[in-house]
């Protein structure tokens, strides 16, 4: 921990504090955060394939609204021409496709050596919508004295953690943190 980090923790926190969260895919979800957050405590928001969480989620209809919710709109995401192409091609009213289909989901592409503008636009907007969704279910708690909303990237997979930390700052995240899957030797030197 950097001593700004733990200046920060000191005053903010000076009887301590508790930070939740999970790497894996939805691990730690908007309302598990959201829920530590009204707590006064620290949420941490797993980044880890943020866009494909958003395409899924479009696929099945959002059945909670809320994706539409945070991204729509003058008080939506930033760039409204950039949801409304993930909405259009993403987006199924009614939810999945029938099981008896071969393919239940919508491709989502994969990061590659080569850049892929819509794979960063998914990365960008899926992990804004996670901040911004959590905010939404901790009735805002996130910019007064309680608790904070921050996110947890996975650091053996980082050609998404920029786009991803990107849609994290659009939402106003409080800590972008980057961790796990990288193995070191006792002296801290990578394997």
Same mark, same amino acid.
Not at 18 to 31: C, E, F, R, T, Y
Not at 38 to 52: P, R
Not at 103 to 109: A, D, F, G, Q
């Given at each position: 921990?950097? /001593?700004? !980090?733990? !200046?920060?923790? =000191?005053?903010? #926190? ?6 939740? %969260? ?6 730690? +979800? $908007?309302?598990?955060?959201? /829920? &530590?957050?009204?707590? %006064?405590?620290?949420?941490?928001? +797993?980044?880890?394939?943020? %866009?494909?969480?958003?395409?899924? =989620? ?15 709109? /003058?008080?939506?995401?930033? @760039? ?10 993403? #987006? ?5 496709? $029938?099981?008896?289909?071969?393919? *239940? #989901?919508?491709?989502? =592409? ?9 794979? =960063? ?5 899926? +992990?804004?919508?996670?901040?911004? &969704? +959590? ?10 004295? !309680?608790?904070? &909303? ?15 930390? #990107?849609?994290?700052?659009?939402? *106003? !995240? ?9 193995? *070191? *030797?006792? @002296?801290? /030197?990578?394997?």
């Amino acid at each position: 921990m950097t /001593e700004r !980090s733990r !200046s920060f923790l =000191e005053t903010k #926190y000076p009887d301590g504090v508790v930070v939740m %969260g999970g790497m894996g895919v939805n691990v730690s +979800s $908007p309302l598990a955060v959201a /829920e &530590i957050v009204k707590t %006064g405590n620290i949420g941490t928001l +797993s980044q880890t394939a943020a %866009g494909v969480l958003l395409a899924r =989620e479009l696929q099945d209809g959002d059945p909670t609204g809320m994706y539409r919710k945070v991204l729509e709109g /003058e008080n939506g995401f930033s @760039n409204q021409d950039m949801w409304l192409q993930v909405k259009q091609k993403f #987006y199924l009213e009614d939810g999945v496709r $029938p099981k008896k289909q071969l393919l *239940r #989901y919508r491709p989502v =592409e994969r990061y590659r050596n080569a850049e892929n503008k819509e794979v =960063e636009m998914l990365t960008v907007m899926g +992990s804004y919508a996670l901040v911004a &969704i +959590s905010q939404v279910l901790a009735g805002d708690h996130t910019w007064n004295d !309680s608790g904070d &909303i921050g996110t947890n990237g996975l650091i053996k997979i980082p050609r998404p953690l920029p786009a991803a930390a #990107y849609g994290d700052q659009l939402a *106003r !995240s409080r800590f972008s943190a980057h961790g796990a899957g990288r193995a *070191r *030797r006792p @002296n801290g /030197e990578n394997v």
